[in-house]
């Protein structure tokens, strides 16, 4: 991977951290050295998920062998019963983890179970289940890990357990110094402001607007995402451990709303220089001491000066705000949407304003210089919320509305936000016109086309490039995987799930070095990462982080005094190390936690048919009833054929004549060239399974009057 992309996507730390960090009084602590030992020895040659599989899923092992012959496998039931038996496909050398490799396919066997172990040439794997409900479990817990890292609230027992409750963390009381009301660094402002709230970023207790961003992006996005696919209960009300459960609101929401309030609190007020703009991180003058809890964080708290993508991030993240929580409550909405308008104003006039790499002195550095990416998603956001013109021309005058460059084999991040646009627009209703719609639908296929080629090229099916360990490459891989499954919602095509399921298997023990890098998931799982409080290697009255919590990964970049001391000479696949001193190969983030939470919710979903993704489920009837010269009159029945509500519908197509729409009734129709677009007049915006909605039109025509013959609602295809 080139060094530039490189630095563009990970946490600028400083080597001296570790100094801070481990090294007490000049000595390594005793915990600490018992942990360097452990590198993560894979204890079979028979690599699984751990957790296990669906039975309507892919069900494959990798196998490490010298052997380049055929092997015979054997799935064995919690009995020792064989159930199923096959021959292994000899792949040799696997690149990325440094080994020669077989890959083992019992995809075919679906009946469920647990404790199921697969042997191949007298090693066994690590035991596995065979359920529907696999990812139940990890879809909660996922999740909790944003609760868990709430600031400025207490963490309450009744939802954690003992072990991780604590006192609120920087609300201004003894010891701690802020959030209520942090003053600037040096020369940036002269007032204070109350940033109280938001996530902690990650191990450390700073809070990043732009990593702050794409993690709410995300996790707002599974909602909405789950809400078309009709799956939207499973994230509703009263579904997560969150203190705000049983308020009406989906739990989903309520935790994003806790950073989105804290997002919103960054804002520059009005009256001051640069009003409107995003604070770009508030955290410690120093880098706070490891190990030690929020609510015990003696320093001094320092605001960061604005920043361009700081700024567009908050207008991205509350656009979508705006959209989704309008159901549910709508002045909040209109709070997040003033708060995005009056961003992207800000950014629009500070177009420049870049985080600098050398910002690095107790937080992360974040630095970014290239915007233009951020320009383009809050542009979107913004169109796909407000459909108004000024913000759709920003959105197509965007070099990257048709650059390839928007998915990159490297994925998306925190500093690479283009791909989250082009997702925003292929899936959320707006009026482009169908050609466009069409490019940017296979902008997303083809990236995850990518991304299956990626995987058929390696023993381990990661899809990531051979040179793509670095910081946080696990959360690479899950923000491809992310792209593969909307591919998977505009198609219908199986495939792409089936990659999905890959991608967690990998996270979850299908893996180089054996390893889940789940905490609390499967037989072997990381849980020593990188924290503050979750800091029991340490100091054993402190807890190790809990169930759900996603280790960096692999990085061969090796950028912690401890990764450089144990894993020198490692395979790109096999630089990790479950140390709590390894910040760069085992830090905890949640712009990590975020994209697993996405998969989880996702792959826990119930489907049918081999994992395949429902394909159109509506019909149109399209009837001329009457025309005369220059004119006509139209009924459009929209028929859901679904087995679950359509609540709200836009509904495209083209005409091929020429024809221009003049005027509609039970309906709001646009037209820009021949493309229209129709949405519901909003009392009757849900059609019920097996219901159907009409509307009327009147249009204009110059010569012949043929029907529109393709249609699209809500971006599925209409038979």
Known sequence: MPPSVSLRRRRTLPTVLLAGSLLLGGLLTAPAAAGLADAAAATTAVRVNQVGYLPDGPKRATVVTTSSSALTWQLRSASGTVVASGSTVPRGADTPSGQSVQVADFSSYQETGTGYVLSVDGSTSDPFDIRAGLYDGLRSDSMAFFYHQRSGIAIESSLVGSAYA??????????????????????????????????????????????????????????????????????????LRVPER???????????????????????????????????????????????????????????????????????????????????????????????????????????????????????????????????????????????????????SSSWHTSAGAFTPYGFGWADTAALGRLTLATVPN????????????????????????????????????????????????????????????????????????????????????????????????HNQHHRFWAHQLDASLPNPPAGSLAGGPNSGLQDPVAQEKL?????AACYIDDIGSYSTNEVAVNWNAPLAWLAAYAAERTSGGGEEPTAACAVTYKVDNAWSDGFTATV???????????????????????????????????????????????????????????????????????????????????
């Not at 929580?325 to 961003?343: S, T």
């Not at 299908?510 to 990381?526: H, P």
């Open 637 to 719: 029945t929209v028929k859901n054929t679904g087995s679950t509500a359509v609540d709200g519908w836009k509904l495209t197509w083209s005409y091929p004549g020429g024809q221009r729409v003049t005027n509609a009734w039970n309906a709001t129709v646009a037209q820009s060239g021949a493309d229209v677009v129709a949405s519901d007049a909003g009392w009757n915006g849900k059609i019920a399974p097996g219901a159907s909605v009409s509307f009327g039109l009147q249009g204009s025509l110059s010569g012949s009057n043929p029907s529109p013959t393709a249609f699209s609602l809500n971006g599925g295809a209409c038979s």
């Open 166 to 239: 604590h006192p609120a963390g920087h609300l201004g009381v003894a010891p701690n110094k802020g959030d209520t009301s942090v003053p600037c660094q040096s020369g940036v402002c002269d007032y204070t402001r109350d940033v109280r709230g938001g996530w902690y970023d990650a191990g450390d207790q700073g809070k990043y607007v732009v990593n702050g961003g794409i993690s709410t992006w995300l996790v707002v996005n599974s909602f909405e995402r789950a809400r078309r696919a009709g799956t939207d209960a499973a994230l509703g009300d009263s579904t």
């Open 431 to 526: 009026g482009l016109p169908a050609s466009d719609l069409a490019r940017i639908r296979s902008s997303v296929t083809s990236a995850a086309d990518g991304y299956l080629s990626t995987m058929a090229g390696q023993g381990y099916a990661v899809p990531i490039p051979k040179d793509g360990y670095f910081w946080g490459s696990n959360s690479e891989l899950a923000d491809n995987a992310v792209v593969m499954a909307v591919a998977g919602e505009l198609t219908g095509d199986a495939r792409y799930r089936a990659g999905v399921l890959e991608a967690m298997d990998y996270l979850l023990g299908r893996n180089a070095l054996g390893r889940s890098y789940v905490t609390g998931y499967g037989e072997t799982s990381s």
């Open 246 to 396: 049983g308020n009406g609101m989906p739990d989903v929401l309520d935790e994003a709303r806790w950073e989105l309030e804290f997002l919103m609190r960054m804002q520059v007020p009005d009256g001051k220089p640069y009003a409107g703009m995003a604070f770009h991180k508030v955290h410690d003058a120093a880098w706070t001491a490891l190990p030690t809890r929020p609510d015990q964080d003696a320093q001094v708290r320092e605001l960061h000066r604005p920043s361009t993508a700081a700024t567009l991030n908050l207008a991205a993240t509350a656009a979508q705000c705006a959209r989704v929580y309008r159901p549910y409550d709508a002045a909040f909405a209109d709070r997040c949407l003033a708060a995005a308008r009056k961003a992207w104003t800000a950014a629009q006039a500070n177009p420049a304003m870049y985080a600098p790499d050398s910002d690095s002195t107790g937080g992360g550095a974040y630095g970014d210089t290239q915007v233009s990416d951020e320009f383009y998603w809050a542009a979107a956001e913004l169109y796909a919320t407000t459909g108004e013109s000024a913000y759709r021309d920003a959105v197509t």
């Open 568 to 572: 020198a000479g490692c395979a790109p």
